[in-house]
Structure formats: C-alpha cells, structure tokens
C-alpha cells in the first residue's frame, strides 16, 4: 500500500500528501535540517511549529557517535528525546561515505569509518545503518547508499551504483526484520531507496529501474549538489523521473536552493532538504522574495525596514535590518537565532506558495515570477 496521494499535478509538478505514523505532510515539502536532533541556531523544536515545519531531518552518522542511538532508543526514539511529534527523517550515514573520503575505505560489506571527533574506528554497512535508524525510531528511514565524488570515472561510477542495489536489498531485508520485533520502537518505519550514477545518464536510469523493482516506499535522487552544474543536476531529474514509480513520493537530497527547488518542482520532485538556510543566516544571509539579503553590508546600519516586507515572520513583524546587523557586529547569539527563524519560515512558506500554485493550475507562472530570482543577491 502507498503512503502516497496525488492530488493534483500540473505538467510533471505534483500535488500530494505522505501519510505515516507520524502525521501527514503535504508535498512539495522542504524538511528543516537538525543534524544532531537540534536545528543549528538556538532554534527548538516548539520553534519549529511556528515556522511551519512539517519534517525534521536527522544524521545517522552524527547521532550514532554521539549521543548514540542507544541511548536515544532507551529515551524512547527521536520523537521524544527532542519533543517533535511530527514526522523526521533520518539520513543513513552514506553521504559520509563522501565527506569524510580521506578516513574511510569502502568494501562490499560496507564502509570502515575514523570517527571525526577522535579518530574511533567504526564499521557502518547497510544493515548496520538500518539498525541504527531503527533505534532512532524516525518515520523515514533513507537506505545505506555510496555519494560518489564528482567527477568520477564511468567503471568507478558503474561499479557503485550496482553495489548501492545490493547494498539496498540487504537494507530492505534488514528492516523487514526489526520492525517485525516487539521492541522496536517505530515498527511503521519507513525506507526510501536512493538513485545514484553521478552524471552519467545511462547509468543513473538503469540504477533507478532496478531499485524501483524493489517497491520502497519512497525514491530519492542522491548524488547532486556535490559540484555539478544545475544544468547538469536538472538533466539527471529529467532522465530519472520518468522512470520513478508515480505512485511513491520523490526525494531530492541535499537540495537547495530556492531556485534549485522551484525547478526540481516543475520536474515532479515532492521532497528536499538543505543546511542552506540554516548556515547561510547564520552568516548574516536572508532569503527575500527579491533575492537574497546580506544584512552586513553597511547600507542596512541606519534602516528601519524588516529583512523582507512580504515577509510576515515573527521577526520581520518585530525587528529592523538595522538592529539585526547590529546583533551581528556586537557577536550576539539572537543574531542567528532570529535569521535563522526568518530563513526556515521563508523555505517553509516557498512550499506553501508552491504547492498552492499547483493547486489553482498556475504553478508555471509561479516559476517564471520567481526561479530566476529567489537566488539572485540584492
């Protein structure tokens, strides 16, 4: 049974709604980053409701060193050890399969690890990132996959993503286990396999037809965001969406910007996540529907105005640009705090206008108002 209802498309944009054990959220969605169960910025997860968040996105990676996922499973899951009764998302490590290049060795039984913090070995394959989702409790689970670098050479990228395929399997096979065991905390969890074949074409539709005979839940397109050209990044979409069961929800990972997002929208992509927003404010960098802000830039010294007019966020409702590149000069945490609230209730209302456009047909029109200048710097 799909967790997936389409509503509404227009051309390829599509309307719908994911239900889980945790709620429903309405697609397009943009899921809030909190790699360690926290959004960077002094934002809670109360805060989190008012800026319209429907998903929070969680690290496997990160949250298994610390605090672990056992102790987050004996607190009993991610839900409750951060108060979020929505639904989240957990990662599954493998995109550390690319960040941390220099500290790993991949194998066919999965990936040997040097911990970051203090250079630990750890070993993390498929069914070791299954299990610690699955002491995460999250609603969603991603499979183990590789994010190979770009460029990398055809063999190599064919080579990984076959092993991805496998690696999936052996995912699907190990969470059909645990959430058959009474002590599971989340025995709905859900788990999305994930397209990769870097920019190869051929490769990245022949790897999408294999994992969607493997009927997930849900599909993600990984492997972007990671040095290609946006052109290059729209032409994988526009090869692999044809092939991605209409019936399941489609995952962009790691995407993007405000732009990014409006065009992965009219190629029929339903989810996304990005620390953009979160980073970006925390270095003084606002999202407008004019473009973005740099609020230390010295013209905003003296300027009464809110970050953005349009905007009707708590803290363009309360504060000016003046005092806000004031916080920041003086090092004030509430600097970020509040930029960051800003940032997160503008991507989560972009999603609200999106999925509105499509609802009253005029979703092309939206795209051509605002893809090219959402990105643009004022």
Request: hydrophobic share 40%; proline share 3%; glycine share 6%.
């Amino acid at each position: 049974m799909s967790i997936f209802k389409l509503l509404k498309k227009e051309n390829s944009a599509r309307l719908g709604e994911v239900r889980t054990v945790h709620g429903i959220f309405k697609t397009p969605c943009f899921m809030n980053v909190g790699t360690l169960a926290a959004i960077k910025g002094g934002v809670s997860s109360w805060d989190l409701v008012d800026l319209k968040c429907q998903v929070e996105l969680c690290n496997t990676y990160h949250l298994h060193l610390r605090p672990g996922d056992e102790v987050i499973r004996k607190l009993g899951g991610l839900q409750k050890f951060m108060s979020w009764n929505r639904p989240t998302l957990t990662d599954s490590g493998g995109f550390q399969v690319f960040s941390l290049a220099k500290i790993r060795r991949i194998e066919e039984e999965g990936v040997y690890f040097s911990s970051h913090l203090n250079g630990e070995k750890i070993f993390m394959g498929p069914e070791q990132s299954v299990e610690i989702q699955s002491n995460l409790g999250s609603t969603i689970a991603m499979a183990f996959d590789e994010c190979i670098a770009n460029p990398s050479t055809r063999a190599y990228t064919k080579a990984s993503a076959e092993r991805t395929v496998r690696w999936l399997e052996r995912c699907l096979s190990k969470l059909q286990d645990l959430n058959a065991k009474k002590e599971t905390i989340n025995q709905n969890q859900l788990l999305f396999g994930i397209n990769q074949g870097s920019t190869f074409l051929d490769i990245r539709q022949e790897n999408m037809k294999q994992i969607a005979a493997l009927d997930c839940d849900g599909y993600a397109i990984g492997g972007l965001a990671v040095g290609e050209t946006k052109e290059q990044m729209y032409a994988v979409i526009d090869h692999v969406e044809p092939f991605m069961p209409q019936n399941k929800p489609r995952y962009l990972m790691g995407v993007g910007k405000p732009g990014n997002i409006i065009e992965a929208v009219y190629r029929g992509v339903d989810m996304f996540d990005c620390v953009m927003p979160t980073r970006n404010a925390r270095h003084a960098h606002v999202n407008t529907w004019s473009g973005v802000r740099n609020l230390l830039n010295l013209k905003y010294e003296t300027d009464p105005n809110p970050i953005d007019k349009e905007c009707d966020c708590l803290v363009c409702r309360r504060y000016s640009r003046a005092y806000l590149r004031h916080l920041f000069k003086a090092k004030e945490m509430l600097a970020s705090r509040l930029c960051v609230m800003h940032n997160l209730y503008f991507y989560n209302t972009l999603m609200e206008k999106i999925r509105e456009a499509i609802c009253k047909s005029n979703f092309c029109d939206f795209r051509r108002k605002y893809a090219a200048i959402l990105d643009l710097r004022i």
